[in-house]
C-alpha cells in the first residue's frame, strides 16, 4: 500500500506547489532526489488558511467522520436496552455491555496504528478501509441472532471501523485553522458525533416495531456508508508525509518514538491520564439512563424512550457554548470546568429516581457538559503539541488509555448493577472517576503555568 499521494498532495489556492517547474523541466536522470531529499516538503510550512470553502470542507468531512464514530458508538444505549428486552434478554447486563465496550475499546485502542498511519499519509486509505468496515458492521449485525454474532459483528468489525475513521475526523481539521478559529472549527465538526447519536435512536424508535431489526440497522448502515463516501471525496489534508519506510534507513526504536512524539512530556502524561478516567465513565449514563428511568417506574411514559436522544441532542449546545468561555478563560480551565460539571451532574443523576422532570434534566445537563468534554479534549491536546506533525502518532498512543477505560468501565458498571440490584453504585463510580479526571486536568494547568508554556518545541 503507497502513501495516499492524491489526498495528501494536494495544495490550498495561493500556496506553491511542491516541485517548481524547473524540477519538472528537467530530465529524469538529474531529477533523482538524494537520500537527503527524499524527505516530501510539508506544505504545513505556510500558515493555515483559516478559512475559505476547500477548509471548511474539511470541516464537513470531519463531520461525517465524526457521525459515523462516536455518533455510531454514543447510540448505543438503545441498543443494550433492546438486548435486553428481546434479542438478548437471556444475557444480563454487563454481558450485553461488554458489546458496546469492545466497540469503544476497538474505536480507540486500535489507534496506536492508526495514528502513524495518518502521519505517514495513508489518510484516503484509512477513510476507505473505515467506511466498508462501518457499513459491512452494520450489514451483518442486521442478520445476527445470537449474543457471540452481535460481539463479532457489532463490537468488533463496527468499532475497527470507526478505529480508521477517528484519528482522521480528529487530526483533519486543526492542519486548516488556528487560534480561536481552529477552537470553533474543530467544535463544530464534533457535531457530528452528537448528532449522528441524536438521529439515530430517534431511527431506532421509529423504524424497528415497523420494519423490525434487521432493516432498521440496514437503515443506518446505509446512512453511514453515505457520509463516509463525501468525506472521501473531499477529504484534503494540508501536508504530504514521508512514507514510514523512507523516515529511516533503520527500524527506529522504541526511545526513538517516544523522542520523536514526546510522549514523555509531563503535559502529555498528566492530559492522557486525565482522559483515561475520564473515559472509565464516560459511557455509563448513555448506556444506563433508559433502563434506570424505566427501572424507576417510569416505563409508561413515551418520553423515556427518547432519554437518549435528548442526552444527545443537548450535547449540541455542549460543543458549541464553552466555545464562547474558551476566549475569554482559554480551553485548558473551560476543559477543566466541564469536566467538573460533568462530573456533579452525574452525582445529580442519584436524586432522579422515580422523577420523570428529574430524568430529562439530568440528561440535559449531562448531555451538555459531556458533549463539551468530547468537543475540547483534542483541542486541548493541540495546545500543548509543538510539532504538529506528530498528532497522529500522539492521538494513537493516547487511544490505548481511552481504549482500556472505555472497555474496563461499562462492565464494571454492569457488574455493580448487579451486584447490588442497584444504580447507586454505579452513579457513585462514574462520578467519582470523572472527578478524578477534572483533578489532573487541573494539575496539568498547574504545570503549564509553573513551566510556563503549553508544549516544547521540537
Not at 517548481?20 to 528537467?26: E, F, I, M, N, T
Not at 474505536?107 to 466498508?132: C, H, K, T
Amino acid at each position: 500500500m503507497q502513501p495516499d499521494e492524491q489526498a495528501t498532495g494536494l495544495h490550498h489556492k495561493g500556496q506553491p506547489p511542491v516541485a517548481d517547474a524547473d524540477a519538472v523541466a528537467k530530465p529524469e536522470s538529474s531529477a533523482v532526489p538524494s537520500e537527503a531529499s527524499t524527505v516530501t516538503e510539508s506544505l504545513m510550512d505556510s500558515p493555515p488558511p483559516n478559512g475559505g470553502r476547500l477548509a471548511w470542507l474539511q470541516v464537513a468531512a470531519s463531520f461525517a467522520c465524526y457521525w459515523n464514530t462516536l455518533g455510531v458508538l454514543n447510540m448505543y444505549g438503545a441498543f443494550q436496552a433492546f438486548y435486553e428486552r428481546d434479542l438478548l434478554r437471556n444475557r444480563s447486563p454487563s454481558d450485553i455491555s461488554w458489546i458496546g465496550s469492545t466497540q469503544n475499546f476497538c474505536l480507540m485502542a486500535v489507534g496506536v496504528l492508526i495514528g502513524p498511519l495518518f502521519d505517514a499519509g495513508y489518510f484516503r486509505s484509512l477513510l476507505v478501509i473505515g467506511a466498508f468496515l462501518v457499513t459491512f458492521g452494520f450489514m451483518m449485525t442486521s442478520l445476527c441472532t445470537t449474543y457471540w454474532q452481535v460481539m463479532l459483528a457489532q463490537g468488533i468489525c463496527l468499532g475497527l471501523g470507526t478505529c480508521c475513521l477517528t484519528i482522521p475526523s480528529i487530526a483533519l481539521v486543526p492542519m486548516w485553522f488556528t487560534g480561536h478559529r481552529r477552537t470553533w472549527s474543530m467544535a463544530t465538526a464534533t457535531i457530528g458525533s452528537c448528532l449522528g447519536a441524536t438521529v439515530n435512536p430517534l431511527l431506532f424508535a421509529a423504524l424497528q416495531p415497523r420494519i423490525g431489526f434487521p432493516w432498521t440497522v440496514r437503515v443506518m448502515g446505509f446512512i453511514s456508508l453515505a457520509l463516509c463516501s463525501f468525506a472521501i471525496a473531499v477529504a484534503r489534508p494540508r501536508y504530504k508525509t514521508r512514507p514510514i519506510a523512507q523516515r529511516t534507513s533503520a527500524r527506529p526504536s522504541f526511545r526513538t518514538i517516544i523522542h520523536n512524539a514526546a510522549l514523555g512530556e509531563r503535559t502529555y502524561l498528566l492530559y492522557s491520564a486525565s482522559i483515561f478516567f475520564n473515559n472509565v465513565g464516560y459511557f455509563e449514563p448513555s448506556y444506563y439512563i433508559q433502563s434506570y428511568a424505566i427501572d424507576h417506574g417510569l416505563g409508561g411514559y413515551a418520553v423515556v424512550g427518547y432519554l437518549l436522544t435528548i442526552l444527545n441532542g443537548a450535547s449540541i449546545f455542549g460543543r458549541l457554548g464553552p466555545s464562547f468561555a474558551a476566549r475569554k478563560f482559554g480551553v485548558l480551565p473551560t476543559f477543566i470546568a466541564i469536566v467538573l460539571f460533568s462530573a456533579v451532574s452525574v452525582l445529580y443523576w442519584i436524586s432522579a429516581k422515580g422523577s420523570l422532570p428529574g430524568n430529562i434534566v439530568f440528561a440535559i445537563v449531562w448531555g451538555f457538559f459531556s458533549g463539551g468534554v468530547v468537543a475540547y479534549a483534542p483541542v486541548v491536546l493541540t495546545t500543548i503539541t509543538a510539532d504538529m506533525s506528530s498528532l497522529g502518532t500522539r492521538l494513537g498512543v493516547l487511544s490505548i488509555l481511552k481504549g482500556v477505560g472505555s472497555l474496563v468501565g461499562p462492565p464494571i458498571a454492569g457488574a455493580i448493577r448487579t451486584g447490588t440490584a442497584s444504580y447507586l453504585g454505579v452513579q457513585l463510580f462514574t462520578g467519582c472517576v470523572i472527578m478524578g479526571s477534572a483533578i489532573l486536568a487541573l494539575l496539568l494547568h498547574v504545570e503549564i503555568s509553573r513551566t510556563g508554556q503549553a508544549g516544547k518545541k521540537r
